[in-house]
């Protein structure tokens, strides 16, 4: 909160306060898609801040697996 006085061209600081910015939580819901895209899925969204992926196995899914040592492999890779 300022304080300025219609004399001077000046004003003072009375009080300040700490504002907590929380990033929002961005969730993905999505099949599992075919190798190369789920690796460009992956580092994409976890560019534009994607915090949780789930996939989910449908009745038309080609994939019905995933390795998650190459998925954290990659996510690392583009968080940094």
Known sequence: IYSISSK???GTLESSSEL???E????IISAIPQS???EF???KCTELGVTDFHFVNFAHSDRKEINLDRSRKILLNSCS
Request: hydrophobic share 40%; glycine share 6%; charged share 30%.
């Open 8 to 10: 001077k061209n000046a």
């Open 20 to 22: 907590e910015i929380k």
């Open 24 to 27: 929002p939580k961005i969730s």
């Open 36 to 38: 190369g895209k789920l």
């Open 41 to 43: 899925m992956l580092q």
